[in-house]
């Protein structure tokens, strides 16, 4: 039966969950049953669990003898197996993980992610991030808090096994993106700092979308991580940035724009952070994304770009332009990039592009107080003028 369910090619799932292989192969993963025969039922149950939406279910009798083999009473292969079922049964939506989680599921596979077994971490890590996707908060705050765990996160992503520190990432992305709590105990461990390295080191797509993807939560999570740990100076803000750029650079859609966010929520940092985003190899790289790139990444190129241009002030003022910086990022090019922004049809993008043309406008009319010689930004904010009250006056049409 499990040579048959591990078919490359169509597994017969649907004729064996009708067949009524489900109960016969839960009564095969009886405690007391051979352990090569536990390790069979569990493998077919792994494949069943891996088809349609309906053949998944099919596994509900499964659950309790497949959390129970977790403990420490199954043997290592068994419960790495069992493991793998329950990730395939939480990887297929919410009512399937509450109906895990509300029978146990998650301490004993968090203690298998404790193991020194690569492998069985491996498996449990993945089947982890599975389980709590999410979307209530409440089982992220928990993981977190289980003893030993922000302990073998860190052990996991110091090793040089790929694959393990992929998964563990994965379970750090959907902490940080669902526990304050959780974020609040990684920016303070040395999780980012492992998480850089991952970024300058490795070349494994499967690895560097999760590590970017945790980073970028851990600097819009929490202040500490922008604010304490990359402060401009200290050594690993250098190594981020390099990180950073690397994927700005990538032909990957998903680490551009992932790039592009966490750039974000840096360059909305201090007039610090401003200056070393912009002086880097980012700018230009990001001025290129907002002209050629996907809209959704032009998006999170144009909020970089904009923050990098003002420095907030206080109470209800406006914020002050930092002259230098807006005058090269128009020099640049960036201009057509907002305009388009402008055009959208995407509330949020449109208020961007006006943002930043307001800045261009307001730079404009303040160095006419003081010269009368045409510069760059003189120049672009006559054109952005002449095109925007063009785009008002043709009536606003979706493309």
């Known amino acids: 039966m499990r040579h048959l369910l591990s078919q490359s090619e ?12 489900v109960p016969l192969l839960v009564q095969y993963l009886s405690f007391g049953s051979p352990n090569e025969q536990l390790l069979e039922a569990a493998w077919c149950l792994t494949n069943i669990a891996a088809g349609e939406p309906e053949e998944t279910k099919s596994l509900l009798p ?30 297929e939506g919410a009512e399937l993980r509450s109906k895990l989680l509300a029978q146990g599921a998650l301490r004993p596979l968090t203690h298998l992610m404790l193991s020194n077994k690569g492998s069985t971490a491996r498996t449990a890590a993945w089947a982890l991030s599975n389980l709590i996707k999410g979307p209530d908060p409440k089982v992220a705050n928990e993981l977190i808090e289980i003893d030993g765990v922000p302990n073998a996160i860190i052990r996991n992503l110091e090793k040089a096994d790929e694959e393990l520190a992929t998964e563990v990432a994965w379970v750090v992305v959907y902490l940080s993106a669902l526990s304050e709590r959780a974020i609040s105990l990684i920016v303070r461990s040395s999780v980012p700092q492992l998480l850089i390295g991952r970024l300058l080191s490795s070349d494994n797509l499967q690895l ?29 803000t250098g190594q981020a940035l390099s990180g950073l750029i690397k994927c700005l650079k990538s032909d990957n859609r998903v680490l551009r724009k992932e ?48 923050h990098l241009c003002v420095v907030p002030a206080r109470s209800a003022e406006p914020p002050n332009i930092i002259v230098e910086h807006l005058v090269s990022i128009v020099d640049g090019g960036a201009l057509p990039g907002f305009i388009n922004l402008v055009r959208s049809a995407d509330i949020e993008s449109a208020r961007l592009g006006l943002q930043f043309l307001e800045l261009v406008r307001k730079y404009h009319w303040m160095s006419c107080l003081f010269f009368h010689s045409v510069n760059p930004v003189h120049f672009a904010a006559k054109v952005a003028e002449h095109m925007f009250l063009s785009w008002i006056c043709k009536g606003y049409t979706k493309s």
């Open 208 to 236: 560097l979308i999760p590590a970017l993807r945790g980073l970028g939560n851990l600097v819009a999570g929490d202040g500490y991580m922008v604010d304490s740990l990359l402060t401009v100076g200290n050594n690993i």
């Open 259 to 306: 790039a592009s966010w966490a750039l974000s929520n840096i360059a909305a940092g201090s007039f610090e952070h401003k200056k070393l985003i912009f002086a880097s190899e980012a700018t230009p790289l990001l001025v290129n994304l907002i002209a050629n790139a996907q809209f959704d990444i032009r998006k999170e190129a144009a909020y970089t770009l904009g």
């Open 62 to 91: 499964a659950l309790p003898l497949l959390i129970a083999h977790l403990g420490e009473k199954s043997s290592i292969l068994v419960a790495e197996q069992c493991a793998w079922a329950i990730g395939n049964v939480a990887g």
């Open 10 to 21: 169509v597994p017969p799932v649907d004729a064996a969950v009708k067949a009524g292989v």
